[in-house]
């Protein structure tokens, strides 16, 4: 499986982070879920 910026997970995961539930660590290493999120989240700071 392979998770896109448009992924339902993925933006779930990027609104945890963002809101300071959760640190980009915490991220599951699943598939490519953690380096999708981080590019994200990178992206929007």
């Known amino acids: 499986m392979i998770f896109t910026k ?10 945890l982070v963002l809101s300071g539930t959760f640190d980009k660590e915490d ?9 999708v999120v981080e590019e994200v989240v990178d992206s929007l700071v």
């Open 6 to 15: 448009n992924s339902a997970l993925v933006k779930t995961w990027v609104s």
């Open 27 to 35: 991220v599951p290493k699943l598939f490519n879920l953690r380096e």
